[in-house]
C-alpha cells in the first residue's frame, strides 16, 4: 500500500475568535506538529482542516485546492483524521472498523467487497495488529484502538492525515508506538500533541500556538527554547540534546508551593 502525499498551506485561518490568521504549511511526506497549552486553538485548526468547523474566514488548500469546497466525500478520499476519541463502542470486529475508511470511494448502499477487505488486513498488518483483526474493537487497549484508528485511516488512501493527540491515554509504549507509526508512514501529517519531548522526537517542524495564534515556528530545535516555554507556558524549563537521539528533551524545573520561602537560613 503505497501512501500518497500532498501539501497542506492555510492561508489567515480564522474561526470565530479561537483561531486568527493562522498560516501554515505542511510540505508533501512531512510530518508537523501543533504545540501549546491547553485553549491555544490547535483543535480549532485541525477542525477548520478537516472540515468539522467552516472557518470564519482564510482558506486551507491541498495542493492548491480549496477544502471547503469539497463536499464530505470528496474531503474524505484525500483527508483522513484520527481523533481523540472514536466514539465506537459497539460490537464492530476490527477489521469491519478498518474496512469503513473505504466508504468515501463507494456508493452508500455498496457492501464490503473482497477488495475492501484485502486493503483492511493490508492495514491492519502495516499497523502491525492483523492478529486482532477478528477481535471486537471495544475489546482492544487503547493503544490497540489508537492503531486500528490509524489503520482504518490508511484504507481511505489520504493524502493528509491529521491526528489530534494520538497519544492521549496512552501508556509510554504505545506512545513511542503510535508516533513511530505514524512518522514511517510516508503520508503528509499534521498532528497536534502536548508532550513537547515527543513532539520534538517525532516532528520535522513545529507551530506554536498560544491564545489562537500561531507564535513560532520552524524544526524543533529552533523552536523549543527557554525563553519561548517562559512566555506561552508560563514554565521554568531547561532544553537539551537527548542523549541518545540529539533532539531537544524539556527538562521542566519544580517551582516551590505557593507562599513557601525556599531561602537558606
Same mark, same amino acid.
Not at 469503513?100 to 464490503?112: M, V
Not at 488486513?121 to 474493537?137: E, H, K, M
Not at 523552536?223 to 508560563?234: F, N
Given at each position: 500500500?503505497?501512501?500518497?502525499?500532498?501539501?497542506?498551506?492555510?492561508?489567515?485561518?480564522?474561526?470565530?475568535?479561537?483561531?486568527?490568521?493562522?498560516?501554515? $504549511?505542511?510540505?508533501?511526506?512531512?510530518?508537523?506538529?501543533?504545540?501549546?497549552?491547553?485553549?491555544?486553538?490547535?483543535? @480549532? =485548526? +485541525?477542525?477548520?482542516?478537516?472540515?468539522?468547523?467552516?472557518? @470564519?474566514?482564510?482558506?486551507?488548500?491541498?495542493?492548491?485546492?480549496?477544502? %471547503?469546497?469539497?463536499?464530505?466525500?470528496? %474531503?474524505?478520499?484525500?483527508?483522513?483524521?484520527?481523533?481523540?476519541?472514536?466514539?465506537?463502542?459497539?460490537?464492530? @470486529?476490527?477489521?469491519?472498523? $478498518?474496512?469503513? &475508511?473505504?466508504?468515501?470511494?463507494?456508493?452508500?448502499?455498496?457492501?464490503?467487497?473482497? %477488495?475492501?477487505?484485502?486493503?483492511?488486513?493490508?492495514?491492519?498488518? %502495516?499497523?502491525?495488529?492483523?492478529?486482532?483483526?477478528?477481535?471486537?474493537?471495544?475489546?482492544?487497549?487503547? &493503544?490497540?484502538?489508537?492503531?486500528? =484508528?490509524?489503520?482504518?485511516?490508511?484504507?481511505?488512501?489520504?493524502?493528509?492525515?491529521?491526528?489530534?493527540?494520538?497519544?492521549?491515554?496512552?501508556?509510554?509504549?504505545?506512545? +513511542?508506538?503510535?508516533?513511530?507509526?505514524?512518522?514511517?508512514?510516508?503520508?503528509?501529517?499534521?498532528?497536534? =500533541?502536548?508532550?513537547?519531548? +515527543?513532539?520534538?522526537?517525532?516532528?520535522?517542524?513545529?507551530?506554536?500556538?498560544?491564545?489562537?495564534?500561531?507564535?513560532?515556528?520552524?524544526?524543533?530545535?529552533?523552536? =523549543?527554547?527557554?525563553?519561548?516555554?517562559?512566555?506561552?507556558?508560563?514554565?521554568?524549563?531547561?532544553?537539551?540534546?537527548?542523549?541518545?537521539?540529539? @533532539?531537544?528533551?524539556?527538562?521542566?524545573?519544580?517551582?516551590?508551593?505557593?507562599?513557601?520561602? +525556599?531561602?537558606?537560613?
Amino acid at each position: 500500500m503505497t501512501p500518497r502525499t500532498a501539501e497542506l498551506r492555510t492561508e489567515s485561518l480564522s474561526y470565530a475568535g479561537r483561531l486568527y490568521e493562522a498560516d501554515l $504549511v505542511a510540505r508533501p511526506g512531512e510530518t508537523v506538529g501543533l504545540v501549546g497549552p491547553n485553549g491555544s486553538g490547535k483543535t @480549532t =485548526l +485541525l477542525r477548520c482542516v478537516y472540515g468539522t468547523l467552516a472557518a @470564519t474566514s482564510g482558506r486551507a488548500l491541498l495542493d492548491g485546492d480549496d477544502l %471547503r469546497t469539497l463536499g464530505p466525500r470528496a %474531503r474524505a478520499r484525500r483527508v483522513a483524521t484520527v481523533p481523540q476519541e472514536s466514539g465506537l463502542e459497539f460490537e464492530l @470486529t476490527v477489521r469491519e472498523l $478498518v474496512a469503513l &475508511g473505504r466508504s468515501p470511494h463507494k456508493r452508500f448502499w455498496e457492501g464490503d467487497t473482497e %477488495r475492501d477487505r484485502e486493503r483492511a488486513d493490508a492495514a491492519l498488518d %502495516r499497523v502491525g495488529i492483523l492478529d486482532l483483526a477478528d477481535r471486537p474493537y471495544p475489546a482492544l487497549s487503547g &493503544g490497540e484502538r489508537q492503531r486500528a =484508528l490509524v489503520a482504518r485511516a490508511l484504507v481511505q488512501d489520504p493524502a493528509l492525515l491529521v491526528l489530534d493527540e494520538p497519544t492521549n491515554h496512552l501508556d509510554i509504549r504505545y506512545q +513511542l508506538e503510535v508516533l513511530s507509526l505514524v512518522r514511517d508512514l510516508g503520508t503528509t501529517n499534521l498532528l497536534a =500533541l502536548h508532550d513537547l519531548t +515527543l513532539a520534538a522526537a517525532y516532528c520535522d517542524r513545529l507551530y506554536v500556538l498560544d491564545r489562537g495564534r500561531i507564535v513560532a515556528e520552524g524544526p524543533p530545535a529552533e523552536v =523549543l527554547t527557554p525563553a519561548l516555554l517562559a512566555a506561552v507556558y508560563g514554565v521554568e524549563a531547561e532544553v537539551i540534546p537527548h542523549p541518545a537521539t540529539g @533532539t531537544p528533551l524539556v527538562v521542566y524545573l519544580p517551582r516551590p508551593p505557593v507562599g513557601q520561602n +525556599l531561602s537558606v537560613m
